[in-house]
């Protein structure tokens, strides 16, 4: 497919960004010699709540992150840049990524649109297809232990990073600082916190993720990473 040769090639995928990418939307930084992180996962997965904590709580890193394709993976690997995967339940970042794509309108079509669905599916499958192959290369970070226990995600970011980290409770304030000041998007159907709107449209699309393409081997792949 034309879309996966910019999206998990690093040749073709510099050029994508370099020419569209850096353009639109939210402005990442890119791989340069001084990068020493790279995180991300499939949207919706807490990227930018995990970014946030990061620049709060260690500011001395240089980063890259919110890229969500394979060739960032892959040039993360090749030049040994410490790189942490996000991953969450299928059913949670599939629908609320679905939610997402109609967020800047403020309205969901009534009828699922299945062409889109089954894209972004597939899209989750290909992605954590990769990381799973990969994965002793990588550190990988539950969504659900992110969002439960952020102190002890950001105390194992800081140790694979090799940044000293004596005072417990001084990390303890910066990640409940970091934690109190995040807000993240906040539209109605593209918030990063949970809200009944968001929530009620969530559950219908889950009830026909499982008619979509992919969506067994979504499954397999996930548990695979997380048992």
């Known amino acids: 497919m034309f879309r996966r040769l910019f999206s998990d090639i690093p040749l073709f995928y510099n050029i994508y960004f370099h020419l569209i990418r850096k353009h639109r939307g939210m402005r990442p930084r890119y791989f340069t010699s001084e990068t020493n992180i790279y995180y991300d996962g499939y949207q919706r997965s807490g990227n930018t709540y995990l970014g946030h904590l990061i620049k709060k709580c260690f500011p001395q890193l240089v980063e890259v992150h919110h890229l969500h394709k394979i060739a960032p993976l892959k040039i993360a690997l090749r030049n040994d840049i410490s790189t942490f995967i996000l991953i969450r339940a299928p059913e949670e970042a599939i629908s609320s990524n679905y939610l997402k794509h109609y967020a800047p309108k403020g309205v969901i079509p009534e009828e699922i649109n299945f062409k889109l669905l089954n894209r972004m ?14 994965q002793k290369k990588m550190k990988i970070i539950k969504f659900n232990k992110l969002i439960n226990s952020p102190v002890n995600i950001v105390k194992m970011v800081g ?16 990640v409940k600082k970091a934690s109190a000041s995040y807000s993240g998007s906040t539209t109605k159907y593209g918030s990063s916190k949970p809200n009944v709107y968001k929530e009620r449209e969530k559950d219908k699309i889950k009830k026909d993720l499982p008619t979509t393409k992919n969506y067994k081997q979504v499954k397999k792949v996930y548990q695979k990473i997380t048992n």
Do not use: A, P, Q
């Open 159 to 174: 140790k694979n990073m090799n940044i000293e980290l004596n005072n417990g409770n001084s990390i303890t304030r910066r």
């Open 121 to 134: 599916t597939s899209d989750y499958y290909h992605y954590y297809n990769f990381v799973f192959k990969n």
